[in-house]
């Protein structure tokens, strides 16, 4: 099992010497990965409904503050790799219609490379209309189409010598794309999201499924939605002519994660990754059993100290 944490790229965390020192750290312990989240600018007014609350009222705060300031994610990949050298990137998740494809394929390929083949896409369509309008992103009852598009446009700009994609929305020709992604064929694609779409699209498009488990929203809830989930995604991926077992599983599991008490759900029953450390490792493994290979946790804090402490009491426990 491989395990990583959330780096701050909004609150007062987001510096360079404090997501250097947590980056750090974590590839001390023994981490797998670090994840980086993707806004590029918040609307002062948000109607859309966010996926992850019963209610669908977007949370204002993360790493202890509501100001809507956000680095951005590949820039902030790009500083993670020049301050590690074996932890893993992962985009948690990169929203695809966001950004100009041929750009974007270029700067997760050059990341690619400085890192030396560390970089893991994590991908999703979206969820905030006001931010696609903000950013002159194609429309966003679209979003599902334009990113599977974007995504082939990525496969065929990272693995083709002569690049060639005439698309509603990406076409291109007689172009040199260089430097490809140092790790070959690409840079594993995990398709984020829980919902029928997302997992038709995981099941065409994606190396890895990596679904978000939230109390609030418990689509992956609990270990017998996961086994719901993925049966269903081993349908579609025979469906698809690929082959299940292919299939990188990877669980986003930081919302849930709660070492300092156990929380109860409704029904009484212990939520899954709360709890002593032996609570945790029976859910660890239990994820493990059904496929599970990587797992992200959340240390919560609002000083490096406090993150960093929880990071190596984890690692301690859980990190072999």
């Not at 974590?26 to 980086?36: A, H, K, N, Q």
């Not at 951005?72 to 893993?88: G, H």
């Not at 990137?89 to 929203?95: F, G, K, P, Y």
């Not at 992103?137 to 334009?146: D, I, L, Q, S």
Request: glycine share 10%; aromatic share 10%.
């Amino acid at each position: 099992m491989e395990f990583g944490f959330p780096l701050p790229t909004r609150g007062p965390l987001a510096n360079p010497r404090d997501i250097r020192r947590l980056a750090r750290r974590g590839e001390e312990l023994g981490y797998g990965f670090v994840s980086l989240s993707d806004h590029i600018v918040i609307p002062r007014r948000i109607d859309s409904d966010y996926p992850y609350d019963r209610d669908g009222t977007y949370p204002g705060e993360l790493f202890g503050s509501s100001e809507a300031e956000y680095l951005e994610q590949l820039t902030v990949a790009a500083f993670v790799a020049a301050c590690t050298s074996k932890i893993e990137l992962l985009t948690s998740v990169m929203v695809v219609p966001y950004r100009a494809p041929l750009h974007a394929a270029k700067a997760i390929s050059t990341i690619d490379v400085l890192s030396g083949g560390r970089v893991i896409l994590g991908v999703g369509a979206g969820w905030m209309r006001e931010e696609f309008e903000a950013l002159g992103a194609p429309p966003f009852e679209r979003r599902g189409a334009v990113t599977e598009e974007y995504l082939r446009a990525f496969r065929e700009l990272w693995t083709a010598d002569s690049p060639l994609m005439r698309g509603e929305w990406v076409g291109f020709s007689d172009i040199v794309f260089e430097p490809r992604p140092a790790r070959r064929p690409h840079p594993p694609i995990w398709m984020g999201g829980e919902s029928e779409a997302a997992l038709r699209r995981a099941a065409r498009l994606a190396d890895g499924w990596y679904p978000f488990a939230h109390p609030r929203a418990p689509a992956i809830g609990s270990l017998a939605a996961m086994r719901r989930s993925l049966r269903r995604l081993g349908e579609l991926m025979e469906e698809a002519g690929r082959d299940p077992a292919a299939m990188i599983v990877a669980l986003d599991a930081e919302m849930l994660f709660d070492p300092d008490r156990e929380v109860r759900e409704e029904d009484g029953s212990r939520r899954i990754f709360t709890g002593c450390p032996q609570n945790i490792a029976g859910d660890i493994g239990a994820f493990a059993e059904e496929g599970v290979s990587h797992i992200q946790v959340l240390f919560r804090g609002d000083t490096v100290a406090q993150v960093t402490g929880g990071m190596e009491r984890f690692a301690e426990d859980h990190v072999r």
